[in-house]
C-alpha cells in the first residue's frame, strides 16, 4: 500500500483500524468508519482477490448498496 500514504495518514487521523500490512480492516458491509464505504484494493481483505477486477467491483457495489438501505 505505498502508494496510498494518505489513506494510512487519514487513518492514524481519524482512528480508522487497518492491518499490519496497510490494508483498512472493515466490517462485513464493507464499512471503514461511519459511512466510510471502501472497495477495490481496500476490499481485497474481507472480499478477497477479486476485490480487484470488475466482479469485485460489482461484488463491492451490490454489498455497499445493501448496507446503504
Known amino acids: ?8 495518514e487519514a487513518a492514524k487521523t481519524e482512528h480508522f483500524p ?4 496497510g490494508f483498512p480492516i472493515v ?3 464493507l ?3 461511519k459511512g466510510l464505504y471502501v472497495m477495490g484494493a481496500f476490499a481485497e481483505l474481507e ?3 477479486v476485490a480487484r477486477n470488475i466482479s469485485g467491483a ?3 457495489a ?4 445493501d448496507a446503504a438501505k
Open 31 to 33: 464499512e471503514w468508519g
Open 1 to 8: 500500500m505505498e502508494h496510498f500514504g494518505w489513506v494510512q
Open 62 to 65: 451490490g454489498i455497499i448498496a
Open 27 to 29: 466490517g462485513k458491509n
Open 58 to 60: 460489482k461484488k463491492a
Open 47 to 49: 472480499i478477497g482477490p
Open 18 to 21: 487497518c492491518a499490519d500490512c
